[in-house]
Structures are given as structure tokens and as C-alpha cells.
């Protein structure tokens, strides 16, 4: 009879995180959020939207930037899961 090889640590979060996801659609949001593939678009569509709003300063006004963009809500809640995220990878 021989002994099987326990698993690693890593093995066993691994393992406990897979799990997690499979049966909580809560802990699969989290994870999702916290992917590194959701903070790159998050930095990319950012920085469009400055851009964006730079030229809108540039044939308009910065209030007409200001309220489309910058006092958006949209811009806010992107700003806020790209800090959580930001927060979270640590």
C-alpha cells in the first residue's frame, strides 16, 4: 500500500477558490471584478474618455466636458471598481 502525496497549499486555495466560484455567484463576481483583464479595459476606456473629453473641451467648453463626461455617473462607478480593484490586488 503506498501513501498518496498530499497536496501543496497552493493546490488546496486553488481548489477552495474553483469551488467557491462554481457554487456562489457572488464569489464569481468578485473574482471576475477582481481580473486583471476587467482593470486593462477599465484603464483603456478611461483614458478614451478623457481624450474624448479633452477634445470636447477643445471645440466646446469644459462645462459641456465637465457634464457629459467627468460629472457622469458612468465615469464615477468606473473610477470606483477601478480603485476597488486596485485596493483588492494587494
Same mark, same amino acid.
Given at each position: ?9 497552493? @493546490? ?6 474553483? +469551488? ?11 473574482? =471576475?471584478?477582481?481580473? =486583471?483583464?476587467?482593470?486593462?479595459? =477599465?484603464?483603456?476606456?478611461? @483614458?478614451?474618455?478623457i ?6 473641451? $477643445?471645440?466646446?467648453? $469644459? @462645462? ?13 462607478l468606473? =473610477?470606483?471598481?477601478? @480603485?476597488?480593484?486596485?485596493?483588492a490586488? +494587494?
Amino acid at each position: 500500500m503506498t501513501a498518496q502525496p498530499k497536496p501543496s497549499a497552493e @493546490a488546496q486555495r486553488r481548489a477552495e477558490i474553483r +469551488r467557491r466560484r462554481e457554487i456562489s455567484t457572488f464569489w464569481a463576481a468578485v473574482h =471576475l471584478l477582481g481580473s =486583471l483583464n476587467v482593470a486593462v479595459f =477599465l484603464l483603456i476606456t478611461i @483614458a478614451g474618455s478623457i481624450g474624448f473629453a479633452t477634445v470636447m473641451e $477643445s471645440k466646446f467648453d $469644459s @462645462a459641456v466636458a465637465r457634464y457629459y463626461i467627468y460629472d457622469a455617473a458612468w465615469f464615477d462607478l468606473w =473610477l470606483l471598481v477601478l @480603485a476597488s480593484i486596485s485596493y483588492a490586488r +494587494r
